[in-house]
């Protein structure tokens, strides 16, 4: 099996922990797994997909601060983020944590439709 997980950080906190612990899980089960993280970068022993780049939140940030547009900003982030779904082929994409100025909500959940 191959998942996908999407997260918008890595290192403290309960998200993470429970991403780490679903990864471990699954290499156990001798299956494969992605994380597109939003910031920061997850352990060596799990192949990442940055999602955008510390230029892209600032401009996310601002634009929610601002416009009030919190997950509506971020679009070409996303679609990068899209064709890497279609590279890697996931039999499970997994939404962990979309919050975090990094994903267009929108874009991505069309595609997930």
């Known amino acids: ?6 997260n918008s950080f890595f290192s403290a906190g309960g998200p993470p922990r429970i991403v780490d612990g679903i990864i471990q899980a699954i290499h156990r089960h001798g299956d494969e797994c992605v994380l597109a993280a939003g910031r920061e970068t997850p352990p060596d022993n799990v192949p990442v997909v940055h999602v955008g780049g510390p230029l892209n939140k600032y401009r996310h940030w601002l634009a929610s601060y601002w416009l009030d547009a919190q997950g509506l900003c971020s679009a070409e982030a996303t679609r990068d983020l899209i064709r890497a779904m279609e590279q890697y082929h996931p039999d499970v994409i997994h ?5 975090g100025y990094y994903l267009h909500i929108e874009v991505l959940f069309a595609y997930l439709k």
């Open 1 to 6: 099996m191959k998942v996908f997980f999407i």
């Open 95 to 99: 939404l962990h944590n979309l919050h």
